[in-house]
């Protein structure tokens, strides 16, 4: 297997643009995880998924900020419109289940807002 | 909700000294805590998990130890290399169906040659 694969690896956009990040899993796994990472504030968890269906999005910044899971190869982290502090590498991670299961990262996502 | 405090916050260490890095939790109920690795400018990877029906797990130059009891954890490096400088972070969470593993905050290790 390839791994978590993270698209793009870089983005650079401008202030009040929309920004798309996208994650395929590995394939069985059944949990999906949105994390963002700053110098400022670690590594937080934005969202997650059980089986396609969001179980908590209590780590979503603000209503800019959205996430779905269409289906279980596939899932999108959207931003709109973007702001500068906004700024941060985003993670997507997969697990055999929601808790006590081994996460595998992707390469991430380095954002940057000008 | 669960909480997972994590010290030190850096640390740096003689190249073949020990290194030791402390977690504490919150939720009693937590049984599964492991540990990430993150090289610079690369994904965190799990490095050893430990669960809550042991005390220690070790791999090689690493151990994790569990205190139930104390509510906390720790990682221990032996004879350490420069390969293992990186942000390390200690996590923990429970068997649940909706529940979510929470990360400590990580300890950046740097390595002395």
């Known amino acids: 297997d390839a791994g978590v694969i993270q698209s793009p690896r870089h983005e650079v956009t401008e202030m009040g643009q929309e920004v798309t990040l996208r994650c395929k899993p590995i394939?069985?796994?059944?949990?999906l995880f949105w994390y963002r990472q700053t110098m400022m504030r670690g590594l937080e968890l934005l969202i997650y998924f059980n089986n396609n269906v969001p179980i908590d999005d209590s780590g979503m910044p603000e209503d800019r900020f959205s996430a779905k899971m269409p289906n279980a190869s596939f899932s999108t982290l959207k931003i709109q419109p973007s702001e500068p502090r906004d700024s941060a590498v985003y993670f997507c991670?997969?697990?055999?289940?929601?808790?006590?299961?081994?996460?595998?990262f992707g390469p991430g996502t380095r954002l940057t807002v000008t | 909700g669960e909480n997972v405090e994590q010290h030190p916050s850096t640390l740096s260490v003689q190249e073949g000294d020990s290194a030791v890095i402390k977690c504490t939790y919150s939720?009693?109920?937590?049984?599964?805590f492991p540990w990430y690795k993150q090289e610079l400018g690369k994904r965190p990877q799990l490095i050893i998990d430990?669960?809550?029906?042991?005390g220690e797990k070790k791999d090689q130059r690493i151990a994790v130890t569990l205190n139930k009891t104390a509510k906390h954890f720790s990682l221990h490096i032996t004879e350490t290399q420069p390969e293992d400088s990186a942000v390390y972070f200690c996590a923990a969470s429970k068997d649940s169906s909706a529940s979510k593993i929470i990360f400590g905050s990580g300890t950046r290790l740097s390595i002395r040659p």
């Open positions: 394939s069985g796994h059944n949990s």
């Open positions: 939720d009693s109920a937590s049984n599964y």
């Open positions: 430990i669960r809550s029906n042991v």
């Open positions: 991670a997969s697990s055999l289940g929601l808790s006590i299961y081994e996460q595998y």
